[in-house]
């Protein structure tokens, strides 16, 4: 197929920076946008790729870097919406802010990305929205709450447009991808202090040490970013792309099972 203009937001590490390599390689013309251009590193020296400074959280620099890398690579394909984070830890625990925060990057730093190119798009009469959800948005886990509902938010935000961007030939993707070898489990996750009780804290510990083993056996990023090429040149209308075996096995099992089955394997895997 004939290479085209992507770009992608949260490239400075992770499945963005390894989404940037995945294109390029494969002749697009990338916009990799980060909040912190210094993480840039070796991205600067791949043909084809520019780096541009976007944190999805001020909407005055969205609107600028998009309209900006629009101009400067005379129109946009493909946006991947891949800049998010997880906050981890009991939700008692939260404060205001690490609730807000959770929601202006997942949620409605997707929402600013998506209303700043969706009138561009619209003119061109085409265009491709991928959202990077995850597993985490089709089912509920235990110490995820705020994550969770992040991006359950952004699957009905993007099954909802599905309906109203038909008309105008853009399409729109989840990429759900289960556990992957990134920051995400690193530098990236916002721990969320458990309130000071005991039953509190067993569970805290049985979950994040869960966690821990479960990101043991995490895919790689590139296991994405091949998913987030296929949704970018699929010519169907397909919404959602499971990344990865672990997301297509619990995805699986998810569906097959009662609830309560799975609540209650769940709750026997973790030992809670
Ligand atoms: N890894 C997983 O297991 C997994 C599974 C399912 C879904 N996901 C999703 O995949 C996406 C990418 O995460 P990752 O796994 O690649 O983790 P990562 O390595 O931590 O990368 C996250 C990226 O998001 C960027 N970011 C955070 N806040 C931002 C903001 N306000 N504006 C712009 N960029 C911002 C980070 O920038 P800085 O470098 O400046 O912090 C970083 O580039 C996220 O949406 C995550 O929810 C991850």
Same mark, same amino acid.
């Given at each position: ?19 940037v ?5 494969r002749?697009?013309? !990338? ?9 840039a ?8 790729? &520019? ?12 609107e600028?870097?998009i ?8 129109g946009i ?19 205001d ?6 929601m ?6 997707? =929402?600013?990305v998506?209303?700043? !190119?969706? @009138?561009l798009?619209?003119q ?10 995850? =597993? &985490? ?11 969770? &509902?992040?991006?359950?938010?952004v ?10 961007l ?6 729109v ?5 289960? @556990?992957i ?9 916002d721990? =969320?202090?458990?309130p ?6 067993a ?19 590139k ?7 296929? &949704? ?17 096995l ?10 309560s ?12």
């Amino acid at each position: 197929m004939k290479a085209k203009n992507v770009l992608i937001t949260g490239a400075s590490s992770g499945i963005g920076r390894e989404t940037v390599r995945y294109f390029a390689a494969r002749g697009w013309k !990338v916009a990799a946008t980060m909040r912190n251009p210094q993480q840039a590193g070796d991205l600067i020296d791949i043909p084809g790729v &520019a780096i541009y400074h976007l944190d999805v959280t001020q909407p005055h620099n969205v609107e600028e870097t998009i309209e900006k890398a629009w101009s400067d690579m005379k129109g946009i394909d493909v946006v991947v919406n891949n800049a998010g984070y997880g906050a981890l830890g009991i939700f008692e625990g939260a404060s205001d802010e690490q609730v807000i925060r959770q929601m202006d990057t997942n949620l409605l730093g997707t =929402i600013r990305v998506t209303r700043v !190119v969706l @009138p561009l798009m619209r003119q061109k009469k085409k265009g491709t929205i991928i959202n990077i959800s995850s =597993i &985490a948005g089709r089912m509920g886990l235990p110490l995820y709450s705020l994550y969770h &509902a992040s991006k359950f938010a952004v699957e009905g935000l993007t099954e909802s447009l599905f309906y109203e961007l038909r008309p105008f030939n853009i399409k729109v993707r989840l990429i759900e991808p289960g @556990p992957i070898k990134t920051e995400f489990n690193g530098r990236s996750k916002d721990d =969320i202090l458990p309130p000071d009780d005991d039953r509190y804290i067993a569970i805290s510990q049985k979950v994040t040490s869960f966690y821990h083993k479960t990101f043991r056996h995490a895919a790689q990023p590139k296991v994405v970013s091949r998913t987030i090429y296929r &949704a970018a040149t699929a010519k169907n209308r397909r919404l959602r792309f499971p990344a990865g075996y672990q997301a297509k096995l619990f995805l699986l099992t998810y569906r097959i099972l009662p609830g309560s089955w799975f609540r209650w394997v769940t709750r026997f895997l973790i030992n809670i």
